[in-house]
């Protein structure tokens, strides 16, 4: 029985852990979650189907042996464009000379003079005078002439290339719909094996979120969907792509070659109030921790990094190649657990950010009332938890959007749900059947009791709120909240 366990009671922002070859040993995986991975991401942009599945059931398993409850988020490739390969291992790009992207040249022809492309419509997207990135910004490109089939440049920053690179345009503007074919495989995937979260990579606008979601209703799937912001586009039509969007990840890999590296910090901070305000649910991403791919032990600017994110009031962090292909995946989600709780540690003591903001604002509903007056009252009283009961997760992320020092718990029957929410910052997923907890109100409230009791989240006597709806087991229907002191008279 999945229940809660000590590091992620004191932690409030959770950490999103990808796994890949160095986490393929059950012993490490198990050891991850343990360390406090709250969410775990399969990236779909490396291997087969087949290895994702492997690795979802590595998961579950790892899962089920730490006694927790894990999301799984499924990141999909996306149109990524990328060159072709090169006939003798990399090659080395001097700066001064030309060369030459080619959608028709063989994709292991590639040389030091020109590589190949697989994506045809690349000579429409660009002009003369643009500027290309390959593997994520290293090497600069100008563009001279583009032809039918060919792109002329003259390298501007050289260095290694090798096969499969990523290229952008800075500025963005590369035509290719977010979703490919190989995405549709990988939603009809997750809808058959109840991922909890799909992710989007290089959505432009709110229509390619959209598409998602109809794909993954269509395949019959509950999971939530997850908007990287990693292009240009998507920056001019944020605030759109954010409504229709569950999650929204900070994707800082592409969005600093397409923004600008310089960009970046400010943009972070924006997307995560937009998001928060909007009542979504935001991951911060790539390169958190990247020295620990090599080294034990985060530099002092990793530590920040991390920090900051939490601060600026981030639902999650996340590490990529840190735990997939890193040589200490437990220590990484370990160091990055304990950044967090410094950093919670911090802002806990500096009241003044406690709220957020909603002066001159109305509630958009019931739902988000309650969860104000909670937040209200557990920042102003002493209180020791509070109790949401719920079917969907919704009643609790509403609560989560609000600062409060005082763990939510999410009460819920539903494996799906305790599973969504551990993304979600200050909640804890918490198995309670309220349809089996008797009719009465005081069995209720003696069922509560007992589970907290049991869990020791509580102690007697300790206050706590309680959030429900007038009829027990309905989504949608919170609509009052209690103070309540914990007795099992
Ligand atoms: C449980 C409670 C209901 C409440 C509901 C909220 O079922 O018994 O009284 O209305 O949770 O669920 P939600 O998915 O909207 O958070």
Partial sequence: ??????????????????????????????????????????????????????????????????????????????????????????????????????????????????????????????????????????????VERVGATTIDTRVRVGGELSDRKGLNRQGGGISAPALSARDFEDIKFAATHGIDYVAVSFARSAADIIQARTLVAEAGGVARIVAKIERHEAIDNLGEIIDVSDVVMVARGDLGVEMGYAELTGLQKTIIQESRTRNRVVITATQMMESMIQNPVPTRAEVSDVANAVMDGTDAVMLSAETAAGRYPVKAVQAMAQVIEGAEKYQLTHPRWRQRAVEGQLFKGTEEAIAMAVTYIANHMNLRAVVALTESGETPLWMSRMRSDIPVYAFTKHEATRRRVTLYRGVYPVIFDVGAAGNSIAQLYRALFTRLLELRLVELNDLVILTKGESYGVQGGTNSMQILKVALD
């Fill in 1 to 142: 029985m999945p229940e809660i366990s000590a590091p992620s009671m004191l932690r409030r922002t959770k950490i999103v852990a990808t796994v890949g070859p160095a986490t393929d040993d059950q012993e490490v995986l198990t050891q991850m979650i343990r360390a406090g991975a709250d969410v775990v991401r399969l990236n779909a942009s490396h291997g087969t189907v087949a290895d994702r599945l492997r690795r979802l059931e590595m998961v579950r398993a790892a899962a089920r042996d730490a006694d927790r409850s894990v999301g799984v988020l499924l990141d999909l490739g996306g149109p990524k464009i990328r060159i072709e390969g090169f006939s003798d291992g990399p090659v080395t790009l001097i700066e001064g000379a030309a060369f030459r992207l080619d959608t028709r040249l063989d994709p292991k022809a590639g040389t030091v003079q020109a590589v190949g492309c697989a994506y045809t419509e690349l000579p429409r997207d660009v002009t003369a005078g643009d500027t290309l990135l390959l593997n994520d910004g290293q090497i600069v490109l100008d």
